[in-house]
């Protein structure tokens, strides 16, 4: 009987992880009312996209929300499809981060376990307005999708390549080029990061053909041609520069290449300064902690001693002098340095810890790189910071896997690890679905006295401005009605609810 329960557990315990995932999700996907830009929305067809493509965004998602998403929002069948797509961006983001599935293992549970506490936690991102907002949803998280399926036929390659399994013999080349064309254009048409996918991919060209002489397939050139082609797509269309016009009409900064390109050489430094300055500190703390601990960790569990320790605990006071008193795009620069560095020193003696030493210097670039493409707008959205979650959730899960491997024969440490991360896991989730349903209860609040001054004769209706305040950080990021009555979105909320003004206060 034992046996046959652990059998059991064996062949369908991630699956039932992921089952739990899923009913989460559709729980936050079905309370949430609709609200915002998807406030009033009908099924707008292809004339909705087209002209959205010609006069403000150009990105699939945003084509796909106004031509159907928004409509679809208001269905029943909105919340099982959008909690089917997170769930699956959840597990591509452990199988890109691992190039596996997750086994039925301490290890990859408690992983996947700080996962879901990463993404509902983490203040650099807002999961609500990506996981369950429809208007956000189709903008990022089904960019992520396909921006993911993208990726997963290269890290791969790449996994194969720095495993060195010479005898590996490459098969379906034909569709994964068809499905590369196919994905690629996609993922590059769904967001304007795609060029930094496509500089990053001629770096690992770079490093393929010239640390490991390498020659690379048609296949992975396709891939790259097909996401710049779908990034073209989108950075030429019409409704990009109208938008610019309309931003810029707001007060907004908007700095085009060519503006870029004929600053002066001073200005050009504080514009990039300035552009690392102004996302959230909370990130560089994240790196920072993430970096300083596996620093410790390396230097503890690997063979201890006095002068490693004293070393890392140098190397962690100056970084945290710079990020403090410098600008952190030096920060940034310094802590990659340092992992490299560090992988340099432990080549060697360590070869695991060099090679995550490696990965934590790679995925900091990204980060570096992410933020840099961010030069030519002012402001960023948290729900357009999603590959800083991504990032740095890969340096969480390096640093846990480093120790879960360094303790493989402790259970007792593996358990007690999986005990904080479910204990850990079960307190986040049970404040954010406690906080989405109060948010829920509070909206049918506001319907029903909605409801009540209309049949009172009021048309100029007032309701508490507490409805769209929420004690979760990261509950959405939209744009919510306020006093002014004459404005969006307070105008989307009066035409919606068959009022002649409709005021939060």
């Known amino acids: 009987m034992q046996s046959s329960k652990s059998n059991f557990l064996k062949t369908y315990g991630v699956f039932i992880f992921f089952i739990g995932v899923f009913v989460f999700l559709y ?16 099924f707008g067809g292809l004339t909705a996209a087209i ?6 965004n150009g990105r699939f998602g945003e084509l796909l929300r106004v031509s159907f998403g928004s409509y679809l929002a208001t269905t029943p069948f909105y919340a099982p499809i959008n909690a089917l797509v997170g769930t699956a961006v959840i597990f591509l983001i452990f199988l890109i981060t691992f190039a596996r599935k997750p086994d039925v293992s301490l290890k990859d549970f408690s992983i996947l376990l700080i996962l879901i506490v990463f993404l509902l936690f983490d203040e650099s991102f807002c999961f609500g307005a990506v996981f369950y907002w429809a208007a956000g949803s189709f903008n990022h998280l089904w960019a992520w999708l396909l921006i993911l399926l993208w990726v997963l036929p290269y890290r791969f390659y790449w996994h194969r390549i720095i495993t060195n399994k010479s005898n590996y013999i490459e098969t379906n ?37 010239i640390v490991h002489k390498q020659h690379l397939p048609m296949w992975y050139f396709i891939g790259i ?18 938008r610019i016009l309309a931003l810029l009409s707001y007060g ?43 620093l410790l960790v390396s230097s503890i569990l690997d063979v201890p001693s006095l002068k490693k320790t004293v070393r890392a605990f140098g190397i962690i006071i100056f970084i945290g002098i710079i990020l403090k008193y410098l600008p952190r795009s030096v920060f940034l620069i310094s802590a990659i340095c340092v992992a490299l560095l560090y992988a340099y020193i432990l080549r060697h003696k360590n ?57 493989k024969s402790n259970f007792k440490v593996k358990l007690s690890a999986f005990t904080f991360c479910a204990l850990l896991n079960l307190s986040i989730i049970s404040f954010v679905s406690w906080e989405c349903y109060s948010m829920y209860l509070k909206w049918r609040k506001m319907e029903q006295s909605i409801e009540l001054q209309k049949r009172n004769g009021i048309r100029d209706v007032i309701v508490d401005k507490a409805t769209f305040e929420s004690k979760y950080w990261s509950y959405g990021e939209w744009s919510n009605p306020d006093e002014n009555f004459n404005e969006w979105p307070n105008t989307s909320y009066a035409r919606v609810y068959g009022v002649d003004t409709f005021t939060a206060k």
């Open 173 to 209: 080349k034909i569709l994964k080029t068809i499905f590369l064309l196919f994905i690629g254009f996609l993922a590059g048409w769904s967001t304007e990061f795609g060029v930094v996918f496509i500089f990053l991919q001629f770096c690992l060209i770079l490093y393929a053909y």
């Open 27 to 42: 729980f936050l996907n079905a309370i949430f009312p609709t609200q915002s830009d998807d406030m009033g929305a009908g």
């Open 351 to 407: 070869n695991n810890a060099a090679w995550l030493f490696f990965i934590i210097g790679c995925v900091l670039f990204s980060e570096l790189v992410f933020i840099g493409a961010t030069i030519q707008v002012y402001y960023m959205p948290r729900r357009a910071g999603f590959q800083y979650s991504i990032l740095n959730f890969i340096l969480i899960a390096i640093v846990m896997d480093y120790c879960f491997e360094a303790f």
């Open 252 to 294: 907004e900064e908007y700095l085009s290449i060519s503006e870029i390109i004929r600053m002066p050489f001073k200005l050009f430094i504080k514009t990039i300064i300035h552009t690392y300055e102004r996302k959230t500190r909370w990130l560089y703390y994240e790196n920072y902690a993430l970096l300083t601990s596996f």
């Open 225 to 242: 041609i097909s996401m710049t082609a779908g990034w073209l797509f989108l950075y030429t269309c019409p409704g990009i520069q109208k």
């Open 51 to 56: 002209n959205s493509y010609n006069n403000w």
